[in-house]
């Protein structure tokens, strides 16, 4: 079972900022943070990942809350082809156990 | 620079036939892994190779599944004989053996249809 649990689904309008929460309780000190997102029946697509310093690229940010048991992934101006499941994972390495994930919604 | 390349795209075999997938990874991407999406459930994690080495193939489901990695470069993961349960997406990534925690990427996936 994945070890995190996020919203079913969220949406958001045109150009504001996205905010996907994430709940991981259980992680582990060695665990580290990933998202991935899936367009349609595309692969997953790697977004971001940390272990507990905020991290940030030209995708997303991630913000890792300081006892590690949440976290949001941050989509600074989200376009309509933001829209997807987005999936958060806790993993020390890349055997992820994926959940259901978040279906996020841009809006226009 | 290529990313993980998986082939075929769509397979829709009868019951009870072979079907081979292959995957390209990234090169120089020494870990590979196996993933699958079965209707209506999430996607779960097969096997994982580091090189040509079966580290983990924990998440394999039965033994008509054979996954191989000859020579450590592309992986063909064989279906034999090939059941209804098995249709979805199968889906394979690779990563930096160096850096354990990196990022993994994704390839596009196979569509399998067993009819």
């Known amino acids: 079972d994945a070890k995190t649990t996020q919203p079913t689904s969220m949406d958001c309008a045109e150009g504001r900022a996205a905010n996907l929460p994430c709940n991981h309780s259980?992680?582990?000190?060695?665990?580290?943070v990933y998202w991935y997102r899936q367009i349609h029946s595309q692969g997953p697509q790697y977004i971001i990942h940390?272990?507990?310093n905020n991290e940030t690229n030209e995708m997303a940010s991630l913000i890792i809350t300081e006892d590690r048991k949440s976290s949001t992934l941050i989509l600074p101006h989200a376009t309509l082809r933001d829209t997807a499941v987005y999936y958060c994972?806790?993993?020390?390495?890349?055997?992820?156990?994926f959940g259901p994930g978040t279906r996020l919604s841009v809006l226009p | 620079e290529a990313g993980v390349t998986q082939f075929p795209s769509h397979s829709v075999i009868e019951k009870g036939q072979t079907v081979t997938l292959r995957c390209d990874p990234i090169?120089?991407?020494?870990?590979l892994y196996w993933y699958r999406r079965v209707m209506g459930k999430e996607i779960k994690f097969l096997l994982h190779?580091?090189?040509?080495?079966?580290?983990?193939e924990s998440g394999m489901p039965n033994n008509r599944f054979l996954a191989e990695r000859t020579g450590g470069t592309y992986s063909t993961l064989k279906v034999q004989p090939a059941e209804l349960e098995d249709s979805g997406v199968y889906f394979c990534?690779?990563?930096?053996?160096?850096?354990?925690?990196?990022?993994?990427?994704f390839g596009q996936g196979t569509r399998l249809t067993v009819v």
């Open positions: 990534a690779s990563s930096q053996v160096s850096r354990r925690n990196t990022e993994a990427f």
């Open positions: 259980t992680i582990s000190g060695n665990e580290y």
């Open positions: 940390g272990l507990k």
């Open positions: 994972i806790v993993s020390y390495g890349q055997n992820f156990v």
């Open positions: 090169s120089g991407h020494d870990n």
């Open positions: 190779f580091v090189k040509e080495s079966k580290q983990d």
